[in-house]
Nanobody, 116 residues
């Protein structure tokens, strides 16, 4: 049974940092990603990394501030978030995609709140 379990959300002041973790079990995937959904908004892409960890992708609003990484031995991917802004406040979801690169597996979501 595939599971993605997230951890690491919380409350932080603007300018601070948080690291999110997403541990996968049951299988490995071709791509791992992070998405977020702010109140009243659509879920949006944040960052992704290939299964090998060789390539990363970022949404423009987080480039230069967020870093996605992966520990293959632990089958876990991370999102290091620095220089957090109020507008980064959202529920963050991790996700995983197979060879068709469709994000079919999702974590439960973790709240990130940035106070201004």
């Amino acid at each position: 049974q595939v599971q993605l379990v997230e951890s690491g959300g919380g409350l932080v002041q603007a300018g601070g940092s948080l690291r999110l973790s997403c541990a996968a079990s049951g299988r490995t995937f071709s791509r791992y990603g992070w998405f977020r959904q702010a109140p009243g908004k659509e879920r949006e892409f944040v960052a992704a990394i290939t299964g090998s960890g060789g390539r990363t992708y970022y949404a423009d609003p987080v480039k230069g501030r967020f870093t996605i990484s992966r520990d293959n031995a632990k089958n876990t991917h991370y999102l290091q978030m620095n220089s957090l802004k109020f507008e980064d406040t959202a529920v963050y979801y991790c996700a995983a995609a197979g060879v068709r690169l469709s994000y079919d597996y999702w974590g439960q979501g973790t709240q990130v709140t940035v106070s201004s």
